[in-house]
């Protein structure tokens, strides 16, 4: 498109947006890069469309693209450097070195792995909504809480509530284990009270005690994908929905119907997370456990033999039967009090709540850099 004009040649053009303030730029930006590292020999993962592999032998080298950010990872180094290279001559690129910041996230590189944590966010984020200064607390949300949405005071600014929610969410990455708390507390952001606020406020405290934790990725060793996949039962207090780390679409007349629900969802994932390993030259030659709690939905998946009690979850029964007799999945019994996923649908004392974080990988930052040293 020419822009010059004929009577003034000497003169530019001034734009009255920047490209970055259209809505059409990421859009347009990702169209361009996704068709340089295509041309370049990368193929786009289907699973997420952010992702590009290129496999030299038994090698690889990806890149993740967010935006105008791209991390540049894998085990072949001269692929790596090449396509490093191709991108600074294409495009206005600067190379910021070993990944230590993304997104709001912070990434060590210790001995063991690789962690990741929010600590300069929490710290913000407490400083911000004026808790940098709170008394922590040792759980985000009591066992025993119980939210409705029309008990207590209106608040007067709804907007900060909700900006707070969003923040905590964006936390969740790192900080798992508050993601029931925030998960409810989500769910009242249309019309908050003040109970809404005052438990929003807990979770905060919560954060203010654990500044420093997030996920440790270990290397080596034997790593297979496992799931843990649960219930609570007509949780919700004002829809009676159950509760599976969110709010079930609909009303479960059993909790046998109710776990099915969940079990459907981490076989979701489960097939997700397979069928990117295979992507990723990782194949999964092994059936995925999902551990659950309840023996009827075990029974329910094994059993070839439709009954009429269970007429309403057809659907999901022959999404998870399929799986169970291809041998992606196993669906194994696991003691309730063992159950990790209880972490996501309900509220937990202390000791249990602690002792299941510790099984999602979560350490503090000193230790994983101690150890690492």
């Given at each position: 498109?020419d ?102 996230l ?39 809480a ?11 600014d709804?907007?900060?509530y ?20 925030v ?37 080596g ?16 207090h ?91 999945i ?18 937990l ?25």
């Amino acid at each position: 498109m020419d822009f010059q004009s004929h009577d003034h040649p000497e003169y530019v053009c001034k734009l009255r947006k920047a490209l970055y303030g259209l809505k059409q730029a990421p859009r347009a930006w990702y169209g361009k890069i996704a068709e340089f590292l295509t041309h370049s020999g990368y193929s786009v993962i289907p699973e997420d469309s952010r992702l590009f592999v290129k496999a030299s032998g038994r090698k690889l080298a990806i890149v993740l693209v967010y935006v105008d950010d791209l991390i540049i990872i894998g085990d072949c180094e001269e692929e790596i450097l090449q396509t490093k290279e191709n991108l600074s001559v294409r495009f206005q690129m600067k190379e910021l070195g070993q990944l230590k910041r993304f997104l709001g996230l912070e990434i060590d590189h210790v001995q063991e792995g690789i962690f990741l944590y929010q600590q300069k966010y929490s710290r913000d984020l407490l400083k911000k909504f004026g808790m940098l200064e709170c008394k922590p607390i040792s759980t985000p949300i009591e066992p025993t809480a119980k939210m409705c949405a029309h008990e207590g005071r209106d608040l007067e600014d709804v907007m900060m509530y909700r900006q707070l929610v969003g923040s905590l969410i964006y936390l969740t990455l790192t900080i798992p284990d508050i993601s029931y708390a925030v998960g409810v507390m989500s769910q009242y952001m249309q019309n908050p009270k003040k109970p809404h606020l005052e438990a929003v406020r807990r979770i905060l405290r919560y954060v203010k005690s654990t500044p420093s934790y997030g996920v440790l990725y270990e290397k080596g060793g034997n790593c297979k994908i496992a799931g843990y996949c649960d219930a609570d039962y007509a949780g919700d207090h004002d829809t009676r929905r159950s509760t599976t780390g969110k709010r079930q679409p609909t009303v479960s007349l059993s909790t046998t119907e109710a776990e099915y629900r969940a079990t459907a969802m981490a076989t979701q994932e489960s097939t997700w997370l397979i069928q990117l390993l295979k992507d990723l030259r990782q194949p999964t030659d092994y059936a995925v456990p999902l551990y659950c709690d309840n023996q009827s939905e075990i029974r329910l998946a094994e059993n070839p033999i439709f009954h009429a009690r269970t007429k309403h979850v057809e659907v999901h029964h022959h999404f998870i039967r399929k799986k169970v007799l291809q041998e992606e999945i196993v669906l194994e019994h696991i003691k309730t009090e063992n159950q990790v996923a209880d972490l996501f649908t309900k509220g937990l004392g202390g000791n249990k709540f602690e002792s299941f974080y510790k099984q999602l990988g979560m350490v503090e930052r000193t230790k994983a850099s101690v150890e690492g040293e």
